[in-house]
């Protein structure tokens, strides 16, 4: 080898030599700085692992759309959520058989109530077995002048698919337990959307406690 030629071999050794560090220093510079763009393998603290690892999947496309066909649902209100957009709860308005109540009760209460107080009720059928009779009464719930609604305690009306921020105002630590999914029940699939069953989908406002039960058979040792 001519000392010429060793020459341009160097020159050329040189040159990629350089061009290899501009490339594995501009890779090391991403893999450092932009923070979003690291896969799982690059990062330096379990912290950044863990901003990595928790990036949303979107359920690997997983829905619970078809385990929730003839389910009518509405998106939850009024309960303090971050996530509103994703939890829902069925409908009452479909299962109620007097609704729509203004059918009837297209006048205030007062005006239809009988003075006659011997005459039979209307809703004989309705008896109230919840709260004692000085802290509840029909109208606790039920506004006399707009039947189709209840009504929370300072006035402000619902559509009764929310009966459940009806029950919440006496109920904090059942309805905080419902919205975390420790109380009632999940309708459909565990994948999105999740949808929840109504508290009056079990509980009859009127009478809401359910019946002591006993085993329908108990062993005996004769
Ligand atoms: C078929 C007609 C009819 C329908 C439908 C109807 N009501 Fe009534 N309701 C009446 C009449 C009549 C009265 C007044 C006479 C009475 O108190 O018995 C009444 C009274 C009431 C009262 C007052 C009871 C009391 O003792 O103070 C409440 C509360 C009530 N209705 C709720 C409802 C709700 C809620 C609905 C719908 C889910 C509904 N009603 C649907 C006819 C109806
Ligand atoms: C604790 C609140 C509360 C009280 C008190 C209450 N209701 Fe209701 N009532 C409701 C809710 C909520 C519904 C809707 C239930 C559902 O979603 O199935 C309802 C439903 C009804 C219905 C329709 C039932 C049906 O299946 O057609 C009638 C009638 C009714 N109430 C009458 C009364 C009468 C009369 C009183 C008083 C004796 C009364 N309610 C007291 C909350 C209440
Ligand atoms: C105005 C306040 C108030 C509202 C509104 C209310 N409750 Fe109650 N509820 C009470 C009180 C008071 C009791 C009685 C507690 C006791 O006896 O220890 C009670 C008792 C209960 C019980 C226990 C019954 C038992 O026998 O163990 C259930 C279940 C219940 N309510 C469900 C509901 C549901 C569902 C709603 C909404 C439709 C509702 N409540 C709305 C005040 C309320
Ligand atoms: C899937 C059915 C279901 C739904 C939905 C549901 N509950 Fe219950 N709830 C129950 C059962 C079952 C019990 C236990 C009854 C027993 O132990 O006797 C209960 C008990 C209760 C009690 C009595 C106290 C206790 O914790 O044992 C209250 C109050 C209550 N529920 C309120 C609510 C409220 C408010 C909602 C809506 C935010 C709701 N529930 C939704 C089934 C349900």
């Known amino acids: 080898m001519t000392s010429q030629t060793f020459g341009q071999t160097f020159q050329i050794g040189r040159s990629l030599l350089l061009f290899a560090l501009a490339i594995f220093s501009t890779i090391f510079a ?44 509405e998106r939850v209100e009024g309960m303090n959520l971050d996530n509103l957009d994703t939890f829902f709860v069925e409908h009452r308005t479909e299962k109620i058989e007097r609704f729509n109540c203004s059918e009837c009760h297209s006048e205030p209460l007062s005006a239809m109530k009988s003075p006659d107080t011997g005459k039979v009720r209307a809703h004989w059928e309705v008896e109230l077995h919840h709260a004692s009779a000085d802290v509840m009464n029909c109208q606790t719930c ?14 402000h009306r619902l559509s009764l698919n929310q009966s459940y921020r009806l029950c919440a105002q006496c109920h904090s630590t059942q309805a905080a337990d419902w919205v975390g999914g420790a109380h009632g029940k999940r309708r459909g699939g565990w994948a999105p959307p999740r949808v929840v069953a109504n508290c009056a989908s079990c509980h009859n406002p009127h009478d809401p406690g359910f019946p002591t039960r006993f085993p329908a058979q108990v062993s005996r040792v004769d």
């Open 142 to 155: 039920h506004s006399a002048d707009a039947m189709d609604s209840v009504q929370l305690i300072g006035g």
């Open 30 to 73: 991403i893999g450092c700085g932009g923070g979003e763009h690291r896969g799982p393998g690059d990062q330096h603290s379990v912290m950044d692992q863990i901003a990595v690892e928790s990036k949303p999947n979107n359920n690997a496309g997983l829905s619970s759309e078809r385990w929730l066909e003839g389910v009518v649902y």
